[in-house]
């Protein structure tokens, strides 16, 4: 075997290798346990940067063995898939540190760190996925690693959010089963191709057509939370901060918004969803969503429970994006689904420094936290701002495109979606930024936990909580800057879209 | 023939009336007989269908041996855990 | 045919051997074991390279001798009962929690493989009776080792299987009185669908399902299997239940007139969907841990039910894969869950189901073993379970007339999912764990974890076994 058909397999295994020796590993073996993350982090993040050079350069890595009947287990490496990998991977060596300092003296964190290795296996496994079969597989497996990171608490309300959280992603990856045999019985099961592979060889039994549509769709929704699948998400927010800002900022609702990503341009491709006519619900669903997260998100006073359905409302911007079958609003929606995470995790890491540092955990509490904890809340800031859409964060970037998109293909009222949408983010966001730097300090803060030095600064809080922070929203505004450069994620989508639309 | 016919219908007969025993009774003791009855309609009736031509068939009588063989070994290890079952509820009271 | 035939009798003189010495020796058992696996082994490889193969039991001509039937799917079985009576009696003798230790379950247990071995290599009616009895019996008694409690249950098993096997075998005689032979091969040539050939298959069908505890005659399987002793529930619910479902299949796929099995197909694969939804119902709502594991082996055995009954309706072979993957994988997770459940239980010392909280710190490896067996039992990719899954959900989708079916399954999963994670679920809850009265023992947690790593192995193996599973049955 080749190097390069064993690399998509090392990627997923320099996560899967280490998770499984955590899980060996006594409570009291810390340094052990940290080298052994830190050292799979930054593997896997050699391992991509290696896949990113030779995809640059034209290689191909693909990765098969046989699993059922036409339908091997393939794992490839393209430029779709990298985004992906890249974003989970740069992201879980972030939040890796960041949990190690939020977990410090924590107890079972063998198993956490376990799970949490596992989790970043498939999710990796599943943006390298190379057909709709491997896909499901990893899908599935992603929910099973998840569940004992949302229920880590033990407490009864972690444990309601598993089961309600079970429901939803058994049910979705269940129906998403479905919809894939489905296909697998008319013609296999092929690897992606651009353009999607059904055109070819069925283009006409249009009822086994859209029903394998709608159960993908379904089983992918879910994930993806779209309205009205997006139940779970809110109420997983118990987990610990690491879990909300990884789990639910970028891998599970990214495998689901990757998984439609993959259903409509890869398996039935843009001609044949403009010929069935299959993504105009599709539209109105997300553009829904993204009212609905808003308005939602609104009217929550807990500041993780608002995060949670600020992302509802965004992840749809992904899917409006590709639902909108125009290349200008593909790019928009690719590169959202890296912009989103970006913006997300910085978000969440400040959440979960705020609560860990200071027990802030509504939004009435934030008033002039800006003055004790400045760097979080610039961080905090820089990712809020990011979502209403203001230059030059990277959000900006993707509404610009979705915006052109939606021109271009003569939907002129997801403007209105979008205006609307950036307006209510701004209503949800700016109070609390408002707050933040110009409330009114209390005289002291009442369950300072003294992390760090406990003086403003780049003491104000563990360094390993702040630091994930400060990066992440540093790239955040980089890629924002250097979005028209050959490095930027903007790029790598629209190379994508290049080969989806065949320019 | 009609003698044939006759033993085959007092063999389901037989076979019926155990079954609904099985069914129908709580008391250890009263199912062991029912099966045991039941088991006789069916040895009953497989006699009666070795007479169904004119030479009596032997397979079918050496099938009948067997078969009350394995039902007088299985009634007494289910009278045995009746018995056993029984003493050790008298034994709580 | 050797392998086979010594597959057969090494259990079988072990059985005796330890009766005469009046002998209880585990690890005696354990070596015999080895060695029938060793066999068996041999007999798959036999049967792969040359073929199946027959032989004559005292060289009798053909109508009236006695056959013994070496088939692929067979030789096949013969491995796995002898890789899970293997690991039983490896946990049987060796953990602390298990109360079989120096008790009759080591002949029991023998004679029990013997005789399912023996109904595995058989194809003629009446000696499938027999093989049907002596298991039955070997089985009643294990069950009654747990002690005077557990008289009731097993006297009630052994009454309903006694009874399953008279009607089983009037079933058989009115075949005999029509058509005069016994040996399925010879059958296979002559049956017809006339009145009394429809009569006979369903009286033979109904005992059978009444002995495999298929819906809706599965009412004494929880009881007993949940009663036993855990080395006892594991060898039963993995091995047991499968020897009825074999004589079933083989009837139906073979010895039945194609018009009866296409009329007769929908009838058992709704009492598989019934199954599964009432079976999976229950499972939801016991108290007790065993009860609900026994009450999933109801559920599961819907699967192979209704991959059977569409198997005959559709008359499609490519079922058998799904079948027999079904009978896999269900056997090799059930022993997985009973061992962890009846290890769980004990270490807790409460049987119920809410006792398990915060069973993943007190006992991580029987929890996590439990959990991922249930996988399995869900059909989670690639677990063996989902692998039998996806052969019989293919057929289903492959044509539009057939999508009712598939609520079944999906239906299925989701239930199977609800009571497998109900005890997961509990096992996190961190709030008051219930403290263990002793200290786990890891070996028999990680024996237990075995066969369900297994299970979710055969991921790599998936397509070959498919592959040959889709070659080797008739």
């Known amino acids: 075997m080749i190097w390069t058909s064993l690399l998509p397999l090392l990627v997923v295994l320099s996560s899967l290798v280490p998770g499984l020796l955590i899980f060996t590993l006594r409570e009291d073996q810390v340094r052990l346990r940290t080298t052994l993350n830190l050292v799979g982090a930054v593997v896997k993040i050699l391992l991509v940067g290696l896949m990113l050079w030779g995809v640059a350069n034209g290689l191909e890595f693909r990765f098969a063995v046989p699993f059922i009947p036409n339908g091997d287990l393939v794992l490839k490496g393209d430029a779709l898939s990298l985004q992906f990998v890249t974003l989970s991977a740069v992201l879980w060596l972030t939040t890796t540190i960041y949990a190690i300092g939020y977990l410090e003296g924590a107890p079972l964190r063998s198993r956490f760190f376990g799970y949490f290795s596992l989790c970043v296996s498939a999710t990796v496994g599943l943006a390298l996925a190379g057909n709709l079969v491997t896909f499901v597989l990893f899908y599935e497996l992603l929910t099973l690693a998840t569940f004992p990171l949302v229920v880590h608490r033990g407490t009864a309300a972690a444990l309601r959010a598993g089961r309600i959280y079970l429901a939803y992603t058994l049910g979705g990856g269940t129906l998403a089963l479905l919809g894939a045999v489905l296909l697998h019985t008319q013609v296999g099961s092929p690897a992606f191709i651009p353009g999607g592979y059904l055109q070819a060889t069925l283009g006409d039994d249009r009822v086994t057509l859209t029903l394998a549509f709608v159960l993908l769709i379904a089983g992918f929704g879910v994930k993806a939370a779209l309205f009205p699948l997006h139940g779970w998400l809110p109420t997983a927010m118990v987990a610990p901060a690491p879990v909300s800002a990884l789990l639910h900022a970028v891998a599970v609702v990214k495998a689901g918004a990757f998984g439609l990503v993959r259903v409509i341009y890869d398996v039935f491709g843009v001609n044949l969803m403009t010929e069935l006519d299959l993504a105009t619900p599709l539209l109105w669903l997300a553009a829904f969503t993204i009212l609905y997260g808003s308005v939602r998100a609104l009217f929550q006073t807990d500041l993780k429970r608002r995060l949670a359905f600020s992302t509802v409302s965004q992840v749809s911007y992904i899917t409006l994006g590709i639902a909108l079958l125009g290349p200008i609003a593909a790019v928009g929606g690719l590169v959202h689904l890296v912009h989103q995470g970006m913006m997300k995790v910085t978000l969440f890491y400040c959440a979960g420094n705020f609560a860990e540092t200071l027990h802030i955990h509504k939004i009435r509490d934030l008033d002039g936290v800006g003055r004790r904890m400045p760097l979080t809340m610039a961080a905090f800031t820089v990712g809020a701002l990011g979502m209403i859409g203001v230059p030059p964060v990277a959000g900006f970037i993707s509404k610009w495109y979705l915006g052109l998109g939606a021109l271009e293909v003569g939907a002129d009222w997801v403007l209105l979606v979008l205006a609307g949408s950036g307006l209510l983010n701004a209503l949800y966001f700016l109070p609390l930024l408002y707050r933040g730097w110009f409330g009114p300090a209390p005289t002291h803060w009442p369950h300072d936990e003294k992390l760090g030095t406990g003086r403003p600064g780049l003491g104000e809080t563990h360094w390993m909580l702040l630091w994930p922070a400060l990066t992440t929203a540093f790239l955040a505004l980089l890629i924002g800057i250097l979005a028209g450069t050959g490095l930027s994620p903007l790029n790598w989508a629209q190379l994508t879209v290049n080969m989806e639309f065949d320019l | ?93 | ?474």
């Open chain 2, 1 to 93: 023939m009609t003698q044939v016919l006759f033993y085959l219908i007092l063999g389901v007969a037989l076979w019926v009336l155990g079954l609904h025993g099985l069914i129908r009774l709580h008391q250890p003791i009263r199912r062991i007989i029912s099966v045991n009855i039941m088991g006789s309609g069916v040895f009953m009736v497989m006699v009666a269908l070795a007479r169904r031509s004119e030479d009596p068939d032997p397979v079918m009588h050496a099938l009948v041996v067997t078969g009350l063989v394995v039902a007088i070994s299985a009634t007494a290890f289910a009278l045995r855990l009746a018995v056993t079952g029984q003493r050790s509820e008298e034994d709580r009271e």
């Open chain 3, 1 to 474: 045919m050797t392998a086979a035939l010594a597959a057969l009798l090494i259990p079988l003189f072990t059985a005796l051997g330890l009766l005469l010495l009046r002998s209880r020796s585990g690890p005696l058992v354990i070596l015999t074991s080895l060695a029938t696996l060793a066999a068996a082994c041999w007999a798959l490889v036999e049967v792969t390279t040359s073929g199946p193969q027959s032989l004559h039991l005292g060289d009798w001509p053909e109508p009236l001798a006695i056959r013994f039937q070496l088939q692929p799917i067979t030789a096949l079985l013969l491995v796995f009962t002898a890789l899970i009576h293997l690991l039983v009696a490896v946990y049987a003798a060796r953990s602390r929690h298990c109360r079989t230790r120096d008790t009759d379950y080591w002949p029991l247990s023998c004679l029990l493989q013997g005789s399912l071995n023996a109904l595995w290599l058989s194809s003629d009616l009446f000696n499938w009776y027999v093989t049907l009895e002596l298991l039955g019996l070997a089985a009643v008694a294990l069950v009654a080792l747990s002690g005077r409690k557990a008289y009731g249950p097993a006297l009630n098993y052994l009454l309903l299987s006694l009874g399953a096997s008279l009607v089983y075998l009037l079933g058989v005689a009115l075949i005999y009185g029509r058509y005069g032979v016994l040996d399925i091969t010879l059958l296979a040539t002559q049956t017809e669908a006339d009145q009394s050939t429809r009569v006979a298959f369903w009286l033979m069908t109904l005992g059978l399902m009444l002995k495999a505890a298929l819906w809706p005659l599965h009412l004494w399987l929880p009881k007993a299997h949940a009663s036993a002793p855990t080395a006892v529930s594991a060898l039963l619910s993995a091995l047991v239940v499968k020897g009825p479902l074999f004589i079933l299949w083989r009837l139906w796929s073979e010895a039945a007139p194609v018009e009866l099995a296409i009329e007769t197909g929908p009838l058992l694969a709704i009492a598989g969907v019934a199954a599964l939804l009432l079976g999976g119902w229950s499972a939801l709502r016991t108290p007790w841990l065993k009860s609900l594991v026994a009450y999933s082996t109801v559920a599961q055995l819907g699967y192979a039910l209704m991959a059977l009954g569409l198997l005959m309706h559709w008359q499609l072979p490519a079922l058998d894969a799904a079948l027999w993957l079904f009978v896999l994988a269900h056997g090799l997770a059930k022993a997985s869950m009973f061992l962890a459940a009846g290890e769980l239980q004990a270490t807790l010392g409460s049987k119920r189901v809410s006792a398990l909280r915060g069973t993943t710190e007190t006992m991580p490896v029987a929890m996590f073993a439990f959990a991922v067996a249930g996988g399995s039992l869900i059909g989670l990719p690639p677990s063996g379970g989902f692998l039998a899954k996806w052969m019989l959900l293919e057929p289903m989708l492959g044509q539009s007339e057939h999508w009712p079916w598939v609520a079944g399954i999906l239906l299925g999963t989701l239930i199977s999912a609800g009571y497998v994670f109900r005890v997961v679920a509990l096992a996190f809850d961190r709030a008051d764990p219930v403290p263990p009265d002793f200290k786990p023992d890891r070996f028999a947690h990680w024996l237990a974890m075995l066969p369900a790593l297994v299970v979710w192995g055969l991921a790599l193996v998936s397509q070959p076994l498919i592959a040959w599973l889709t070659g080797a049955t008739p």
